[in-house]
């Protein structure tokens, strides 16, 4: 029989053992060991069974146990320790605090805005990398005291649990998750009612939700959750299911969250007393409409849509972490223009207005298409993506939206992503490390960083290093051989027919991983390519492989579900089952086990469409070297010293069969003579010594690179405090200031040009000259009905190409000397040092130029000499 009503009964705790309450409904339990290890005394048992989540570990447990415990001295003091550390944590002064006091600009709070955040299996509201790094963000700033506010979406069904039918074909199943089972507290008004917060939808409908908070360490979470009694059916759907639904659907949610989500910030200052953030942080176009939002706020305080852009612009830091097209969210404009204006949300701000912010007006461009990451662009002073070359290829993706200027000269920075390492080392590895150099300083080294700590790891002996990897190794395969049972059974074997199980995986074998989404980019069988060469690899009698593969393809993706299936019928196969398996379900569980026990982290997708590629960070602070294509953060850090880079066919791209081929046997020569003969050759004391050498370069080198405390420490300090400047300089008279400056110079900017170029060399002979020597420039420009204040003439310089492009271009202020003369040009002169020797080339550019702008593309304008302008056209050095 079914229930016909669901309800959950809360356990009432004795009087001493009410600190537990805080301890479970704080998530900073799921990266604090001495907490997780406290809640697991209770019932050891019970703790696997609740999945490691406090919560529901505390609604199984006997009123008995419980009297028993709250007459336990030794557990009360461990709940005392655990209670009172807990209060530090959340009160104590940490990095950012003591920036503060050594007089740095920094926010008093900021929103940070994403569709997901993978905290903790026990809260499932992540699909993948996008979420886990959220996640991580949120994790991070809280062990460095960022004031910072997260803000999402309450997913009743979450992402899709993933099984396999007996053929192999991905399966997904959809929990249903009962937010009072989940570490979540409403927001509630003063008289004990949930705060509301409500948008406005065609038709005079509207959609209404509620607001969820999860503390994570300092910070909270903000969740809406659409699946309240006043909405219609429809609109309680609305936060049914992560990255789910048609484009409606999708819009609605993005608009719940951008939208929404702020006034859910506004809710949650007003009740709580928490400083209103200074900066708004987007992470991904997905929540884009906040931007649109904050416009409206501040067209209720006076501002014109102009000026209010300007403000919002200032104050808003938007992160790209897509490098292809087909990843992100683009919706038809007639649909948009649909929700938006006075039968819609957002009444009295110009449709026209909204549309025009995400419309792809570029070449190239979809005019009919509305582009949630152009829209994050232009509403957004500052933009980053997420690895040094994820930096360059956003640049070159987004250059359309900065017209006359170079891809290396768009807007776009990059902050390399990190991992929270309390979250992904493995217990084993962070007591090694406390016995080597104490707990505080192995806490400090986890969160803050610090490569001196991470210098300790070269005292600690060859056969420690070692015995700790057989150990991990060892771990995961029991986890293997558990899931794998499991899996089996879901798919339909009895018992009698998998006692093989028990032989799968060796934890004396080479190790492999590969586990992460499956879009066809990742290329998750490209190991596949010559079957009896992996074949050989994995049987080999001496020196063999083993392999562990996870991934769930997206539920509408067909071809990667057909990628999926092609994996595990391989895996199937009864002469290689005990050497490669493939475990589904993928999630954070899982790879809390999968990360410490392989010894080599697989990764190769298509260059450069990895953004980042966090999973072999996580792996490599577990001492887990990396086999990579040079993509993403690998193709920044990459040494020979600590990893492998599978060569590409970059050159290919057209012929992708033979491309393939030629990375597949490359990968395959890789393990063959480079990675396997290093694993097993054994040296002084029978141990893999060059093998541990490379283990510890992984941690002494990589660790501290690799940490989300230096990543959020970077947005801090070069994104998050450069946008509260910009927010404190520009108050209501200088956004309306700055918006008219920008009209007028858009208006006149026609009657801007560059009109003669001459320049001398003091030792120029035939063309060339001597490096060291300067060069004199002279430039007359007409400024049209602008003045010199306007503008900033430059001198633009480097080395040329073939084609008389210049590359490695820096940028030369000169001053004015003349004007405005009878035809109103004006005379701009100055040095050029010739600092570099070869082919090198100069032109000059006119650039709008205003105290308040972020930088000299801020505003796409640019002017460039004519070919017939003057002389100067490069000199050549030697």
């Known amino acids: 029989m079914k229930a016909i009503r669901r309800f959950t009964v809360r356990p009432v705790l004795p009087d001493p053992l009410r600190p537990l309450s805080d301890l479970a409904r704080n998530l900073r339990w799921s ?24 919560v529901r570990l505390l609604g199984s447990v006997s009123a008995a146990r419980l009297a028993e415990l709250a007459e336990d001295p030794r557990f009360l003091r461990q709940l005392e320790t655990a209670a009172d550390g807990l209060a530090d944590y959340l009160h104590g002064r940490r990095w950012y605090q003591s920036q503060e006091h050594e007089g740095g600009e920094l926010p008093r709070a900021l929103a940070y805005f994403s569709p997901e955040f993978g905290v903790t299996a026990a809260l499932p509201q992540y699909s993948g990398g996008l979420g886990i790094l959220a996640g991580d963000h949120l994790k991070a700033a809280s062990d460095l005291g960022v004031p910072l506010i997260g803000v999402g979406l309450l997913y009743r069904h979450g992402y899709f649990r993933q099984s396999l039918s007996r053929d192999g074909w991905q399966q997904e199943h959809y929990p249903v998750l009962d937010p ?16 509301r917060i409500s948008l406005a939808l065609p038709g005079g409908r509207a959609l209404h939700a ?21 909405n219609g059916p429809g609109e309680r759907d609305v936060t049914d299911r992560l990255y789910g639904g048609g484009s409606e659907h999708r819009l609605l949610q993005e608009m719940l969250l951008g939208i929404g989500g702020v006034r859910a910030v506004r809710a949650y200052c007003r009740r709580t007393g928490h400083p209103e953030p200074e900066v708004f942080h987007t992470n991904e176009g997905h929540a884009g409409f906040l931007g649109l939002e904050r416009i409206r706020e501040l067209g209720e305080q006076g501002l014109d849509f102009d000026a209010a852009l300007e403000s919002v612009r200032a104050s808003t830091v938007f992160t790209t972490h897509t490098p292809v097209p087909a990843g992100i969210d683009r919706f038809d404009r007639e649909l948009v223009a649909h929700h938006f204006g006075d039968d ?24 009919n298409l509305f582009n949630m990451a152009v829209m994050g662009m232009r509403l957004a002073q500052r933009a980053n993506g997420v690895s040094t070359l994820h930096g360059s290829v956003s640049r070159e993706m987004f250059s359309g939206l900065w017209p006359g200027f170079d891809p290396d000269e768009v807007p776009i920075t990059s902050v390399t992503n990190g991992v929270h390492a309390p979250t992904w080392v493995a217990p084993e590895v962070v007591r090694l490390g406390a016995r080597q150099i104490g707990a505080r300083r192995t806490e400090d080294a986890l969160s803050v960083g610090g490569s001196s700590r991470w210098d300790a790891v070269a005292d600690i002996p060859d056969a420690e290093v070692w015995e700790l990897r057989r150990a991990l190794r060892a771990n995961l395969v029991d986890e293997v051989r558990s899931r794998l049972r499991a899996s089996w059974l879901q798919r339909g074997a009895v018992d009698a027919e998998l006692g093989w199980i028990d032989g799968v995986l060796d934890p004396d074998v080479l190790t492999i991983g590969f586990a992460r989404r499956v879009p066809s980019y990742k290329r998750l069988t490209l190991m596949l390519r010559d079957r009896d060469r992996l074949m050989e690899l994995l049987l080999h009698p001496e020196r063999p492989i083993q392999i562990v593969v996870a991934g769930k393809a997206h539920p509408a993706d067909d071809g990667g579900k057909r990628l999926v299936q092609e994996l595990v019928r391989f895996a199937d196969d009864p002469r290689v089952r005990h050497r490669i398996v493939f475990l589904p379900d993928y999630g954070m569980r899982m790879a809390q086990k999968l990360y410490p026990g392989c010894d080599v982290w697989l990764n190769n997708p298509l260059r450069p469409l990895e953004a980042c590629g966090t999973s072999g960070m996580k792996a490599a602070l577990n001492g887990c070297l990396n086999l990579s294509v040079l993509d993403g953060w690998w193709d920044e850090w990459f040494e020979p010293d600590f990893g492998w880079a599978i060569p590409t066919a970059d050159g290919l791209a057209t012929d992708e069969d033979r491309r393939d081929d030629l990375e597949a046997n490359a990968l395959y020569d890789l393990i063959e003579q480079r990675v396997v003969p290093r694993f097993y050759e054994k040296g002084r004391e029978q141990l893999p010594d060059r093998w541990i050498e490379m283990v510890r370069q992984t941690l002494t080198t990589l660790g501290p690179k690799l940490l989300a405390g230096r990543m959020v420490r970077e947005y801090v300090e070069r994104l998050y405090a450069p946008a509260a400047r910009a927010h404190r300089a520009l108050n209501p008279d200088a956004a309306r200031d700055l918006a008219r400056w920008k009209a007028r110079v858009r208006a006149a900017w026609a009657g801007v040009a560059v009109d003669h170029v001459e320049a001398v060399a003091a030792t120029a002979v035939n063309g060339t000259a001597e490096l060291g020597s300067t060069l004199s420039l002279r430039v007359r420009v007409g400024l049209g009905d602008l003045a010199p204040d306007d503008v900033e003439v430059q001198a633009v310089a480097g080395r040329v190409d073939s084609e008389d492009r210049i590359t490695g271009a820096q940028g030369f202020p000169l001053k004015p000397a003349a004007g405005p003369d009878l035809e109103g040009r004006w005379t701009y002169e100055g040095p050029l040092a010739l600092d570099r020797t070869g082919p090198y080339g100069y032109t000059v550019r006119v650039l709008p130029a205003h105290r308040l702008l972020a930088s000299g593309a801020e505003t796409g304008l640019v002017v460039l000499p004519t070919e017939a302008t003057g002389e100067g056209a490069g000199v050549l050095m030697r």
Do not use: K
């Open 344 to 367: 819609g949300e957002l009444a009295g701000v110009d449709v026209a207005r909204v549309l025009q912010l995400g419309m792809e007006t570029y070449p190239g461009g979809e005019p």
């Open 31 to 54: 990266w604090h060991s001495e907490t997780r290890e406290l809640f697991q005394s209770i019932d050891p048992a019970g703790w696997q069974a609740s999945g490691e989540d406090p």
């Open 210 to 230: 509620h607001v969820w908070i999860a503390r994570v360490g300092r910070v909270p979470l903000l969740m809406l959750d659409s699946d309240v009694e006043e």
């Open 180 to 195: 009072n089972e989940l570490p979540v507290s409403l927001l509630r008004e003063d008289d004990g009612t949930p705060c």
